[in-house]
């Protein structure tokens, strides 16, 4: 078994960008406990709406959509609306719960001053949250840390048709006019009365616990009976062993905890382990969803193995001696092109370098390094002053008040820098800037090692696993640890909730920050962040790559969309924030780019990536398709079809910001002579890829001649092998 990393990464001092003030950003205090406010705060997670604004848009938390307004929770299980152009549900409470108890105590009738005020305003207080579960109070003293004794009203958007309670009055039935049946399950007695139609109350104050849940199928009613006595209280999701999630809930009450999972950890759920995973998987007991059947599995740890992934500098597949040529052509034309990044833009020009730093890899595998030194003479000159804070036009600065990195530019202007400063899409951002500064740091460990402070300072704000006042930096910012897929959005209410829409920039913040760690040998970053890689590809091809004859989606939808424009957690759209639905070619290239080795795992299934490209072709012939865009539909391809692509990328002029004709050579004699058989094939089974030798003392080098070190201490990819050695990485 791998062992278990006993140092967190970034163990030395770390550094720290200049501290500002922004005049963009919302207070946390409208809704974090004072106690929380000293530690860095979620700017992307599953409960963001309940913290933004007036904190009353919905979050869908499965299998509901919960809505806190005022002193009440409305409960919601979704219809959903399927449609050739997206998929989308809204909510309409089935029930909502709320107190109408007295005025609380006050502190000096022993109560907490930070809850008083809160219960006394109209808004919730979130009073406690983790990887897996959030905790609020209501205004008057209701929620799930009050202790107090308060009467309870149960409203219902349509008549209740049918109630009744147990002998013991801990369990209620509630049939609603529209067919649906809500079970509500209470800790202590429950005594309620009928005030209308739709509405209970209880008799007498209550003081407890109550679980409500609703029931699509009769026969489900028994297996919620026995399982209704225990439920969690709090959720951990610990990362400490490579591709692999374990997920330990704490619990009251008695007998075993019940959730539901839905696709991708079913996928990965290790049903029987050693250390005592899931206890059971009913998978006759699912509730349908927009993310799929939610299936239901018993047990307070659950442990998820995900596929393990190359992390590799070099193509994985490697290229023919007789292609070096061409390629080499088209690098002496694209480094002399290279002028200064104009852009002020952190994506924009994150994207730019990280272009010029893919032109000294391929200059190192196609064996011509005599291009590498003026690439790194570029890329020293656009990076290190922002490093150093000399940028002209703007810089990378700390925000304490939630916890993370901001831009000068934004610190003033919420919507420049596309929305970083507030949080929006940090992992996009990041993952060119940190790609670009991995390959700067493999050629000049000189410049690696002088800047390895500022390097891992953005490293963090997306790859940090710390918690509390010590962190400076949200945890795993924008990567849901119960999805297992990154979001965007920040700080930004949205009715539909989080939403992410270019999979492929996700996977490369993580990638790129492996290859960070691989330039510093660096074993704990280079598994973190080669976990969260893995997790993202397998979430982008089950959730975002959208398979004919699939039933993940309605018939509607999958029938007109290979891939899903922007996912949202209540919608999938197959628009993207800035092309319409009829931009095939556009969505292809946003899921795509860049073009990398990781690109090879995550387009590993060659059959969709030919569905994929036979669906996005006819869009290349409207009048406004833009070249830049079919340089990806080319190289997808060339996955299969390697001469037809070869000669359609050959005349190509116009290229992506962060894509070049070297680039695009360099991915086709990849797939060369492959004829479609030149596929990356699954990892070893029980072996991990994350640049292991099989024998711990030599390593293949790139070109299988000789077995030797690298010079750089991390060694080059054996093509037999799925990753590249590092002596101080994981091994068996």
Not at 233 to 253: C, M, N
Request: proline share 5%; charged share 20%.
């Amino acid at each position: 078994m791998p062992r278990r990393w006993k140092k967190p990464f970034f163990s030395s001092a770390p550094f720290r960008f200049p501290e500002t003030e922004s005049v963009v950003l919302p207070d946390p205090s409208a809704f974090f406990s004072k106690r929380l406010l000293s530690s860095p705060l979620p700017t992307n997670s599953f409960f963001q709406n309940f913290v933004l604004n007036d904190g009353d848009q919905p979050e869908y938390i499965h299998p509901y959509l919960v809505k806190s307004s005022g002193a009440a929770v409305g409960l919601s299980f979704p219809s959903r609306v399927a449609e050739p152009r997206w998929i989308y549900q809204s909510f309409v409470p089935d029930i909502s719960i709320s107190s109408f108890s007295a005025p609380p105590p006050t502190v000096s009738d022993g109560g907490d001053k930070n809850h008083d005020d809160h219960r006394r305003r109209r808004r919730h207080l979130i009073t406690s949250f983790d990887d897996l579960s959030v905790t609020m109070d209501l205004p008057g003293g209701f929620g799930a840390s009050s202790s107090i004794a308060t009467g309870i009203s149960i409203a219902t958007s349509q008549d209740v048709l049918y109630f009744t309670s147990d002998s013991q009055h801990t369990k209620h039935t509630l049939q609603l006019t529209n067919g649906r049946t809500y079970l509500c399950y209470s800790s202590s007695p429950l005594h309620v009365a009928h005030t209308s139609l739709s509405t209970l109350v209880t008799t007498a104050d209550y003081a407890g616990v109550l679980r409500f849940a609703y029931l699509p199928d009769p026969k489900y009613e028994s297996i919620l009976d026995r399982y209704s006595s225990c439920y969690p209280i709090s959720g951990e999701a610990d990362l400490t062993r490579p591709f692999s999630v374990k997920y330990k809930w704490k619990t009251r009450g008695t007998g075993e905890l019940l959730l539901l999972a839905h696709p991708l950890h079913l996928r990965l759920l290790v049903e029987e382990d050693g250390n005592a995973s899931a206890s059971a998987v009913l998978r006759n007991f699912k509730y349908e969803s927009i993310d799929g059947d939610l299936v239901g599995v018993v047990g307070r740890s659950w442990v998820l193995k995900a596929d393990p992934i190359p992390i590799t500098w070099y193509s994985i597949l490697g290229l023919t001696e007789e292609s070096y040529g061409e390629v080499i052509s088209a690098l002496y034309r694209d480094v002399d092109a290279l002028k200064p990044i104009a852009t002020t833009s952190t994506y924009g020009f994150g994207k730019e370098a990280a272009r010029a730093a893919r032109l000294a890899l391929i200059a190192e595998e196609v064996r011509f390094p005599n291009l590498v030194p003026a690439v790194q003479l570029f890329l020293e000159n656009s990076i290190t002053p922002w490093l150093e804070g000399t940028f002209f036009g703007n810089a990378f600065l700390h925000d304490a008040s939630w916890g993370g990195l901001i831009t000068k530019q934004g610190a003033i202007d919420g919507a420049v820098d596309s929305g970083f400063s507030i949080y929006n899409a940090h992992h996009y951002h990041l993952g060119y800037f940190l790609y670009a500064i991995a390959v700067l740091s493999k050629i000049d460990s000189v410049w690696g090692k002088a800047y390895k402070g500022q390097a891992y300072a953005l490293a963090k704000d997306i790859v940090n696993l710390d918690r509390g006042p010590r962190a400076h930096y949200a945890r795993l910012r924008c990567f849901d640890l119960w999805k297992l897929h990154s979001w965007e959005g920040g700080l930004a209410e949205f009715v539909d909730g989080r939403n992410q829409q270019g999979t492929s920039e996700a996977v490369n913040a993580y990638y790129a920050a492996a290859l960070l760690g691989m330039a510093h040998g660096d074993s704990q970053l280079i598994a973190t962040a080669s976990t969260l890689a893995a997790l993202e590809i397998q979430a982008a091809q089950t959730w975002w790559h959208v398979r004919q004859g699939q039933r993940m989606y309605e018939e509607d939808f999958t029938k007109e969309n290979r891939l899903v424009g922007v996912l949202w957690a209540n919608k999938r759209d197959s628009a993207l924030w800035f092309a319409p639905p009829e931009s095939k070619d556009i969505r292809l290239g946003i899921h795509v780019l860049p073009l990398l080795p990781i690109t090879e795992v995550l387009f590993r299934d060659l059959g969709f990536v030919r569905e994929m490209v036979d669906w996005a072709a006819p869009a290349m012939e409207r009048d406004d398709a833009e070249e830049s865009w079919k340089g990806f539909v080319h190289a997808m391809e060339a996955v299969y079809d390697n001469q037809a692509a070869a000669r359609k990328i050959r005349t190509l002029s116009d290229f992506d910001a962060g894509n070049s004709l070297s680039n695009l050579l360099w991915w086709l004699h990849s797939r060369a002579g492959s004829g479609g058989d030149k596929v990356v094939p699954p990892p070893p089974q029980g072996e991990l890829a994350l640049g292991c030798c099989r024998r711990r003392l030599t390593c293949c080098t790139r070109t299988k001649e000789e077995a030797r070190p690298h010079s750089g201490g991390a060694l080059a990819c054996c093509r037999k092998m799925w990753a590249c050695c590092s002596r101080k990485l994981l091994h068996d």
